[in-house]
């Protein structure tokens, strides 16, 4: 066995695994944006970080554990490109937007603000995150229904969610994305389309 299968194995098995290293990545995801994007130094938010490990654990994690493992293996059609096209359909058409919302309003009552704060978070972030979300997730959910193994789908996300968790940080940190970040997400996206 390879170390990466083994590493597959390790990260994506049992669901406590998959919750561990969910938080794993989120905290990667802002130590990325604290560390080579805001170039913050020694003056890290480790609060902020610790946040946003919670909340890739905690929420995000499980929710996509059921949603990846339960609601999504439900559908089923003889054709495999049905298939694929559907489940990314309502990924992309549900759990998208309420993930994208769901961070926005948990993050920010994290922080200590106020449900009035949390809903304004997600008016002014919601529309234009989303559309950043399907430009990177659309293809990257196809190849992730096509290919990876309902086990390993949670993981595959989650890595590829290093990027898109760096850009979720800024802009719940209230920061926009440098030209660096923009053209990460769009190398990411570029790799993913050579695969179809």
């Given at each position: 066995?390879?170390?990466?299968?083994?590493?597959?194995?390790?990260?994506?098995?049992?669901?406590?695994?998959?919750?561990?290293?969910?938080?794993?990545?989120?905290?990667?995801?802002?130590?990325?944006?604290?560390?080579?994007?805001?170039?913050?130094?020694?003056?890290?938010?480790?609060?902020?970080?610790?946040?946003?490990?919670?909340?890739?654990?905690?929420?995000?994690?499980?929710?996509?554990?059921?949603?990846?493992?339960?609601?999504?293996?439900?559908?089923?059609?003889?054709?495999?490109?049905?298939?694929?096209?559907?489940?990314?359909?309502?990924?992309q058409g549900i759990a998208s937007p309420a993930f994208v919302a769901a961070f926005f309003s948990i993050t920010t009552l994290m922080a200590g603000g106020r449900p009035a704060e949390a809903k304004q978070k997600v008016k002014d972030n919601w529309w234009p995150t989303l559309?950043?979300?399907?430009?990177?997730?659309?293809?990257?959910?196809?190849?992730?229904?096509?290919?990876?193994?309902?086990?390993?789908?949670?993981?595959?996300?989650?890595?590829?969610?290093?990027?898109?968790?760096?850009?979720?940080?800024?802009?719940?940190?209230?920061?926009?994305?440098?030209?660096?970040?923009?053209?990460?997400?769009?190398?990411?996206?570029?790799?993913?389309?050579?695969?179809?």
């Amino acid at each position: 066995m390879s170390a990466f299968t083994r590493f597959i194995a390790a990260t994506s098995s049992t669901f406590p695994r998959q919750c561990l290293t969910g938080g794993v990545l989120f905290a990667t995801g802002d130590t990325i944006a604290q560390q080579l994007v805001e170039k913050r130094g020694r003056n890290h938010d480790y609060i902020r970080t610790g946040r946003l490990a919670l909340y890739g654990g905690a929420v995000f994690s499980p929710l996509a554990s059921i949603w990846f493992g339960r609601v999504l293996e439900r559908v089923q059609f003889s054709s495999k490109t049905a298939n694929i096209a559907t489940k990314v359909a309502l990924d992309q058409g549900i759990a998208s937007p309420a993930f994208v919302a769901a961070f926005f309003s948990i993050t920010t009552l994290m922080a200590g603000g106020r449900p009035a704060e949390a809903k304004q978070k997600v008016k002014d972030n919601w529309w234009p995150t989303l559309k950043t979300a399907w430009g990177l997730w659309i293809p990257v959910q196809t190849l992730n229904m096509a290919l990876v193994p309902v086990s390993s789908r949670l993981l595959f996300v989650n890595v590829v969610s290093i990027f898109w968790n760096t850009f979720l940080s800024m802009k719940s940190a209230g920061m926009e994305p440098t030209k660096e970040l923009e053209k990460g997400i769009e190398l990411v996206e570029a790799k993913v389309d050579k695969l179809h």
